[in-house]
């Protein structure tokens, strides 16, 4: 071997270089930012592509990253200001207040293909791309990678368990049956599931699988059909069956790496840059009132995630429920929720009432802080699949209230097949985020029963308890090293370390980027 091949080959290949295009919803933002630093932490670079005002909300996790010595960088993208009809000012879902505004957000997002593209371009060869991995929603990013030759995971939000029923419902018919449902009530079984699983036309899956989404639906399936494959915010003894079958059925490898939000562990400043700016004063009070509940497992957290927005009528029996319940309680209200005058006024008299005993907290919440705490023992929640995996992550059982998405069918997931949820018993009919004038109100006794029945000490609860700490301790277990989600990554990072990103190009080239092809020259 000639002495420059000699030293080549001892040089190892540099780190992969991950590039992370998240959706533009807490939802889907904060895991992949959990990932981000997941990665980060075992010496993979990372970046992180976004729009300017979503950057800004990151700017906690650069900040973090920075100290913890990652190779995570934030790229700003930026966002067009071309598309008629956008205000200015929307570039995040939670900044929409009507469905016209939600679907012209999808469109100016299309638009960050070209300058995605030069910026993957512009990097130098120890920086090259090896993977990029982008969110399920972002379907655009797919023509990008296919033109450089960038291998392309995709990531997708909600668990195998959902996106096995969702592949399912389209490959075998399932959307033509629900089209043509009597009414609102009749069930279908998804096929090909290997338990059973009903839906009715409502609860269907087939996130945005709708009049008016036609053409972003088609091509987020067919990005994710000629991805090289899928990662999950899940992990292995959670959901076994469904990896497996789901893996089966996309006929690419799926890599289970969760709970991402375990990468936050015993890090308060990360748990608390999480989806917004950093507030550590913030999630030091509500810790504090936590630490002041003597007994383990007493507090009930409820908290509707990032989008759903209830309606003053809604609010109150939600507040009364609580109040009835008698349980102690942390109760996030959003700040839109609590903007109109009489709803500010009602939560006050109610804080006096339910002094020392209930917690309002108005806006963003440090959710993983206060799941985390042992004081908490239940969550109601509105079934996002990352509100539901941190509880699982955490040993906390669950009282289930989904609205509309993939939550019907986590709704089933974590009750009939983990045994770890009760219902709050909600008509099975999507309520519209935005805040539905024609959404069945669900009352202060169901609030309350739900709530009995979440923290309550009968055969009933104790199981769901035992199981909920089972899987917490599962969870704990596939991230530590020797772990499922642990060595998955390890995989998943060496196999992009050892392939340098190779893939053919569209003309059938050679992806001319590869860091082990540069080193080679
Ligand atoms: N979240 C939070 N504080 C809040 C509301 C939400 O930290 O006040 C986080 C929550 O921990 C989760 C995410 O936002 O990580 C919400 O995602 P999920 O899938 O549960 O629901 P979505 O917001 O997408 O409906």
Redesign the pocket.
Known sequence: MAPTEDAAAATPPPPPHFVIVPFV????T??MVDLARLLGSRGARVSLVTTPMNAARLRGVAGHATRAKLALDIVELPFPTDVAGLPPGIEHVDQVTNHNHCVLLFAALRRLAEPLEAYLRSLPPPRRPSCLVSDWCNGWTAAVSARLGIPRLFFQ?PPCFYSLCDINAVDHGLHEQTAAARDDTEKFVVPGMPVRVEVTRATAPGFLNSPGWESQWAESMDAMRTSDGAVVNTFFDLEAQFLACYEAVLGKPVWALGPF?LANRGDAEATAS???APDVARQSAVTAWLDAMDTDDSVVFV??????RKLPNQLFEVGHGLEDSGVPFVW?V?ESEAAAPEVAEWLAALEVRVAGRGLV?R??????AV?SHCAVGGFV??C?????L?AIAHGVPVATWPHF?D?FLNERLVVDVLGVGVPVGVAEAPVM?LGDESAPVVGREDVARAVAALMGDGEEAGERRRKAKEYGEKAHRAMEKGGSSYESLTQLIESFRQSGGEKKTEDGTVHAWSPLKEQKK
């Open positions: 919803a807490q939802g889907h904060i895991p939000g939000c999480r989806g917004n908290s509707f995630g990032s989008l759903v996030v959003k907290v806006g963003w919440a440090p959710q993983l799941l929640t509105h996002g699949w990352n509100s539901l941190e998405a939550q985020m």
